[in-house]
């Protein structure tokens, strides 16, 4: 009884460690996408290099990503969404020009802008 747990704690620990280190090879792969790269690439042309919005984007009524009070209300989940789908006539949806992870690299810039 007391082997076989003792077995399966160390089968436990093998099955992890292979996890954590598959995980750690999709970690560095997704460290390589430079989120501000990408942001400097699409977004600043509207929501400016440093999240305050370009005389273009105040035209079509980007919002100031520095803003704490948006920040705080506005999740990650959320951001994710508007790169994704975009709003109409204001923004370009850009689920179809960037991966699911250059997306998620985003967030983090978007969060960096303070004040
Ligand atoms: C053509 C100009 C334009 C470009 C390029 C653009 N945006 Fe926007 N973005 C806007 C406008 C305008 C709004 C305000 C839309 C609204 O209030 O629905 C907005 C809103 C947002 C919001 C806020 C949504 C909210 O809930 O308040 C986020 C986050 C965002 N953009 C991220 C990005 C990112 C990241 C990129 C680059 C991948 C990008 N935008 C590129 C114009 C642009």
Redesign the pocket.
């Known amino acids: 009884m007391r082997n076989t747990r003792l077995l399966s704690i160390g089968l436990f620990s093998v099955a992890f460690g292979t996890g954590a280190f598959f995980s750690g090879t999709a970690v560095s792969k997704a460290s390589n996408v430079d989120g501000m790269k990408?942001?400097l690439q699409?977004?600043k042309?509207?929501?400016g290099v440093d999240g305050n919005?370009t005389d273009?984007?105040t035209g079509?009524?980007?919002?100031k990503?520095a803003d704490p009070e948006?920040q705080a209300k506005?999740t990650d989940e959320?951001?994710i969404e508007?790169?994704n789908e975009?709003?109409p006539e204001?923004?370009?949806p850009?689920k179809e020009k960037?991966t699911p992870d250059e997306?998620k690299a985003?967030v983090p810039?978007?969060r960096s802008f303070k004040e």
């Not at 079509?60 to 919002?63: D, F, K, P, Q, V």
């Open positions: 990408i942001y699409h977004c042309t509207c929501h919005p273009l984007g079509l009524g980007a919002r990503f948006w506005t959320r951001i508007q790169i975009g709003t204001m923004m370009m850009f960037l997306i985003l810039v978007i």
